[in-house]
């Protein structure tokens, strides 16, 4: 049996202000491969993530992750990244397909508490 292990990097909220509706994005994502044993396949993964909703990443942001944001301009869509990290899964099965579905549904969830500006603790 194979394992796909995915590390992700967050956005941070500035220290100061009080945003009315702010929530972490993923900026980067790491993924590797590794058998049932913990050996590491040669399937390694990487990109940077645009965030959607803040596009401007912080300064303590960078501090803590050394991610700047000249890094996520260029970096890929949510969607692609699951995509991409669907496509790496050992497995390909369903039980990854629900999670990169109930991922984009939050997403969208997101999108219509924004909208309507419903405020998320």
């Not at 941070?12 to 929530?23: A, D, E, L, N, T």
């Not at 993530?49 to 300064?59: G, H, L, M």
Request: with cysteine; proline share 4%; glycine share 6%.
């Amino acid at each position: 049996m194979h394992f796909l292990i995915v590390d992700f990097e967050f956005t941070m909220h500035k220290r100061y202000g009080r945003p009315r509706v702010w929530f972490p994005e993923i900026i980067e994502v790491g993924a590797v491969v590794a058998d049932g044993y913990g050996v590491l396949q040669d399937t390694v993964y990487n990109a940077f993530v645009k965030p959607q909703f803040w596009p401007r990443i912080s300064e303590d942001c960078t501090g803590i992750t050394g991610i700047h944001q000249r890094d996520i301009e260029h970096g890929i869509s949510f969607e692609q990244m699951l995509q991409s990290l669907w496509q790496m899964s050992p497995t390909q099965d369903k039980s990854l397909r629900l999670m990169q579905h109930l991922l984009l549904r939050g997403q969208e969830i997101i999108k219509y508490f924004r909208s309507n500006r419903i405020i998320i603790m």
